[in-house]
């Protein structure tokens, strides 16, 4: 289905996940939806519950769903699920069951957010069963083939959700059939054991057998190979399950959903939210503030990142929770209004968010709570009985608003590029998680999320850049550069020289190909681009509190690795408390670049200190930029989207109190052509606004 047959503004929930609701509530419920403004919902198909015996099919309970959908104008996207492996497969093919690194084998359990079987809660693949055993992946395309088979051209069909949550376990899979095909993998890439050899530092493979994958985490080049064949291994699974899908039905909608992983997971579990988009006709995230907290930049962060992944596709917000999350570990000591309960002021405020990130459509995952299992009672808009509530009420004004026809202008309108790119290097990423993953495993994570808070609580607008988008930006931040390959290196250089300014933390491609350090710093050409030579370097970051530097005449806090410099071209900005260089400008051909020998983001991320935000302001300001969107208090989120010569300005106040401020875009005041969403009684004055508690203003501007 094109995506231009999608409803104006997609708005809906994940409804039907056997055994729940209960079938007596199913006629009443989608009428209820219908009436409510529901235009969408997603059900688990689930093999498990499917196929209850080989080739016989219960589809009863889903042929329903797809019927009433179609009665009341709901359109249905089906989320396979072969990853719930059916009981008879787990005995059938015991032989390709996936193996931990410690050699124990999954086993099929109960779901959390299903009461069925069939689980595993540690795979990618199928489940606790691999794929990369020819029959198991047959008996799931047979599977995939029926499900798309019985319901091409149903008028409820929206189309497919081809990976619920997009990442897998870092401890699987060491099964044979896994190892195997890694060693075909490693033949393609090398070639010969001799070569391989030579890349590994394993010198007696006798035969391609002795090839095993490694069982540790641990920074060597074999390591990388692993992390680079379970991506292709698994994104090609996904791709298998587009295409066995395609082969039946090629006018449906194709999606999936990630959870906004790839910082800091895209090496370890997977979440490579760029390259799960690619594959899609529309991508989305699952984002649980019960899960993540609920600071504004937290309730920011996945929307911005799936947005960057997106690269100008359409996506949503492909679950967001409606109702408590009682007792699962992520809220457990974490206070009641941290989202634990969902007030219809937390639903409003995080469903706006999202469309103030971009988002083109929400849905909740639950229209109405499980009454089974631990996740009981969670996340539903509705009642436990499929009653309306006040938060329901909430969503479905939303619904009706988001859909009326006055609204499509707004939505029409995109989110205009950020006044900075925070830079996002996959080979980074990989090796700190190798070399940090028992020693300081949260450098990383505190680098990248610091930066972009850093930023973001000064009302800067940072978009995620991955390295292969550089060109569409002029200016960048690198909150973590510590490894890149020759390639990404000579690519950030060639960036450089034809004008684009770079502003890099500590240890600029520190370790280059196959993780090895470079005997000059910065590595692979990077010296001549920075303009200086390392003078010393400290990997010491579980004390990388300690170091302290000034920048811009305000002392600032450091965090992760200390790397002082001489200088080479380059002129002196700023130095450490001892008396070492720590930053450096410099004029490379016609770019700009600063070198910051520390990583602020950590100091920001760990201490929240006042320094430090003053930091993120003044390497704007040194890059010769300005926030294009200014608040007066930057508690409060101004987002603006264009269409042409269309303005539309969402301006979001997460404070438990109304907040006056006054807006400045481009310079100018941004005064109100007219409201899409808010009273008039928000119009202070021109350019100021009077936002109420846990709101938005949606705002057209003049001009």
Request: glycine share 10%.
């Amino acid at each position: 289905m094109p995506l231009d047959k999608l409803p104006q503004t997609p708005f809906g929930a994940v409804y039907f996940r056997k055994s729940n609701p209960p079938r007596e509530d199913w006629e009443r419920d989608y009428g209820v939806a219908a009436e409510d403004g529901l235009n969408v919902f997603r059900h688990w198909f689930i093999w498990s519950a499917i196929e209850r015996r080989p080739g016989h099919y219960d589809w009863d309970d889903y042929d329903r769903q797809m019927d009433l959908a179609a009665k009341n104008g709901i359109k249905t996207v089906i989320a396979e699920l072969t990853h719930t492996v059916p009981d008879w497969a787990y005995r059938k093919f015991a032989h390709a069951r996936q193996i931990r690194a410690d050699g124990r084998p999954l086993t099929a359990t109960m779901g959390v957010s299903a009461a069925v079987g069939g689980f595993a809660h540690n795979g990618g693949g199928a489940g606790s069963l691999t794929m990369n055993c020819p029959e198991v992946k047959e008996a799931a395309g047979a599977f995939l083939t029926a499900l798309a088979t019985r319901y091409k051209g149903h008028p409820g069909l929206l189309g497919y959700d081809i990976w619920n949550e997009v990442n897998y376990s870092a401890d699987v899979d060491f099964s044979d059939y896994m190892q195997a095909d890694f060693r075909l993998w490693l033949q393609r890439k090398y070639g010969d054991l001799e070569t391989l050899a030579e890349a590994w530092y394993r010198y007696s493979y006798a035969e391609w057998d002795d090839v095993e994958a490694p069982r540790e985490i641990a920074a060597y080049p074999q390591n990388l190979d692993w992390l680079e064949f379970k991506r292709d291994n698994y994104y090609g699974q996904m791709q298998w399950r587009i295409d066995t899908i395609r082969a039946v039905d090629q006018d449906c909608l194709i999606a999936a959903h990630g959870v906004g992983g790839a910082i800091p997971n895209m090496a370890s579990h997977g979440s490579d939210d760029w390259l799960a988009a690619s594959k899609v006709e529309l991508y989305g995230l699952t984002w649980v503030p019960g899960r993540r907290g609920f600071k504004p930049w937290q309730n920011f962060f996945g929307p911005d990142l799936t947005r960057a992944a997106a690269r100008g596709k359409k996506w949503w917000h492909a679950e967001r929770p409606g109702g408590p999350l009682w007792m699962q570990p992520q809220v457990l000591g974490r206070d009641k209004d941290d989202a634990r309960v969902m007030t219809p002021g937390d639903i409003r405020l995080l469903t706006m968010t999202s469309f103030a990130a971009g988002a083109t459509g929400v849905m909740n995952l639950r229209y109405r709570p499980l009454l089974d299992g631990p996740l009981f009672g969670a996340f539903g808009s509705y009642g436990m009985d499929g009653s309306r509530t006040p938060r329901s009420d909430m969503a479905s004004q939303i619904a009706r608003w988001a859909n009326a026809p006055e609204q499509g202008e707004v939505f029409a309108a995109r989110p205009v590029k950020g006044d900075i790119g925070l830079l996002v290097i996959p080979e980074a990423q990989a090796w700190d998680y190798l070399l940090n993953h028992n020693h300081c495993p949260e450098t990383y994570r505190q680098a990248m999320w610091g930066a972009y808070r850093g930023f973001f609580d000064n009302g800067i607008q940072a978009d995620w850049v991955h390295i292969e988008d550089i060109a569409g930006y002029d200016v960048l931040y690198a909150p973590y550069p510590i490894a890149m390959s020759g390639k990404t290196a000579a690519a950030l250089a060639s960036w450089v020289k034809a004008g684009g300014t770079l502003i890099s933390e500590a240890t600029p491609g520190y370790f280059g190909d196959r993780g090895k350090v470079g005997t000059i710093q910065p590595n692979n050409g990077l010296d001549a681009v920075f303009g200086v030579r390392e003078d010393e370097v400290e990997f010491m970051p579980d004390i990388g509190e300690r170091i302290k530097f000034s920048f811009a005449g305000t002392p600032a806090r450091g965090g992760g690795f200390l790397q002082s410099y001489t200088l080479a071209g380059a002129q002196e900005l700023g130095r450490f408390d001892d008396g070492r260089i720590a930053i450096a400008e410099n004029a490379h051909d016609r770019g700009r670049t600063l070198l910051v020998g520390t990583h602020p983001g950590i100091g920001y991320f760990t201490h929240g200190e006042a320094g430090n935000s003053a930091y993120f302001r003044a390497v704007l300001a040194w890059a010769g930029r300005s926030p294009r969107v200014a608040c007066s208090d930057n508690r409060l989120q101004a987002r603006l989207h264009e269409d042409g010569g269309r303005r539309v300005l969402w301006l979001l106040n997460p404070l438990r109190e109304t907040a006056t401020v006054s807006v400045r875009v481009d310079g100018i005041p941004a005064k109100a052509a007219s409201l899409h969403w808010g009273g008039t009684e928000s119009l202070v004055s021109d350019g100021v606004y009077a936002v109420p508690a846990q709101d938005v203003l949606v705002i057209a501007l003049e001009g």
